[in-house]
């Protein structure tokens, strides 16, 4: 990989902590509504698999979307103006922190029922086969969503008619205050994908080089081979499972150890052991990031909010380019 790339990667995944960051704060000062969740300690994952995907490639998920939401090329200013749910906002403030979508940028959400958006997934791909193409749909979702009887019909879909998936689960460890372990028959998930005779790898989440590795990988099997294939993420959240989470499931211990090995921490060491960048490379990245954030949070604080007259404006989208 180029080291622009690499650059281009690190820049989203500080950017996508900062904003979340701020998002926190503004959350805390009342000025977001709903419910809101944080991505953070899981960047790696999202950048890794994004940065591997071509713009044709769709990608969707779950409600842990603000990240994906700037892999995929949003701002920082349409992602912070629709979690204070502004009509500038990248689903017209309409949509709020877990509903981000954009059909230009290939998101399709921001779904905030637990694996309701995996038959989702299975009917854009089954839609692009119709079409005589090979774009893939790169599926998102959490470990607490294989539980759900709708990853099993999905995944079994996608393997008797060959749709072109790549099924990704987030292995965050919990399912909010639930671990895989009390909710789950298998904690090894990727034994799911084996019942559908499914291809499959685990992965760690935390090293965004080595998802990204595994993400190429695996689109080039789907795309070449016209079957879905399931990759397993070992990630962590950092946060609570939401923003009122008392974290009573967890001790202090386990997310220490976690956070020592922050993926953005890991991967700015790679970039300096590697020569892709010097310390004041890395450096001038992130002061640039603060000042995207800063922008952002004023361009959404001054944005107005949508107008009554576009309640019932963009519930459907009436046509998708093949
Ligand atoms: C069908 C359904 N049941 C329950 C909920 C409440 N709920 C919201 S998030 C969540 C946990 C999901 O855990 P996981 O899939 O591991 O995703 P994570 O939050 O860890 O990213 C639950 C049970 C929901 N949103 N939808
Ligand atoms: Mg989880």
């Known amino acids: 990989m180029k080291k622009e790339q690499q650059l281009d990667m690190y820049h989203q995944m500080v950017l996508i902590r900062r904003v979340e960051e701020r998002g926190a704060e503004l959350y805390q000062a009342g000025k977001i509504g709903g419910f809101m969740h944080l991505y953070i300690g899981q960047e790696a994952v999202s950048t890794g698999l994004i940065a591997a995907r071509e713009p044709r490639d769709r990608v969707i998920t779950a409600y842990r979307d603000h990240g994906v939401a700037i892999n995929c090329g949003l701002s920082a200013?349409?992602?912070m103006a629709e979690l204070l749910g502004k009509a500038t906002g990248m689903?017209?403030?309409k949509g709020g922190s877990m509903h981000m979508a954009s059909v230009e940028k290939n998101?399709?959400?921001g779904h905030a029922i637990v694996g309701g958006?995996?038959?989702i997934a299975a009917g854009l791909a089954l839609g692009d086969q119709y079409a005589k193409n090979d774009n893939v749909t790169i599926c998102?979702?959490?470990d607490g969503a294989t539980n759900i009887g709708y990853f099993h019909e999905a995944l079994n879909l996608a393997k008797t008619w060959g749709l072109r998936v790549l099924w990704v689960c987030e292995n965050n460890q919990y399912g909010m205050g639930t671990s895989v372990e009390r909710a789950s028959a298998v904690s090894d998930?990727?034994?799911k994908a084996e019942g559908y005779a499914m291809k499959n790898?685990?992965?760690n989440g935390m090293d965004v080089m080595a998802v990204y590795e595994a993400a190429k990988e695996a689109i080039q099997y789907v795309r070449k081979e016209g079957q879905p294939y399931f990759l397993e993420v070992d990630t962590y959240r950092f946060r609570g499972h939401s923003m009122g989470d008392p974290e009573r499931y967890r001790k202090a211990e386990e997310v220490k150890q976690w956070q020592e090995n922050d993926p953005i921490g890991i991967f700015n060491k790679y970039l300096l052991d590697t020569k892709a960048s010097t310390r004041k490379g890395l450096d001038e990245i992130e002061a640039r990031v603060e000042e995207e954030v800063n922008k952002a949070v004023?361009?959404?604080e001054a944005s107005p909010e949508p107008a009554l007259e576009e309640l019932f404006t963009n519930v459907y989208v009436e046509e998708v380019n093949r």
Request: negative net charge; aromatic residues 12%.
């Open 201 to 203: 790898a685990e992965v």
């Open 91 to 93: 689903s017209k403030g």
């Open 298 to 300: 004023e361009f959404a």
């Open 107 to 109: 998101m399709w959400g």
């Open 77 to 79: 200013d349409e992602v």
């Open 140 to 142: 998102m979702f959490g």
């Open 117 to 119: 958006h995996l038959p």
């Open 189 to 191: 998930i990727r034994q």
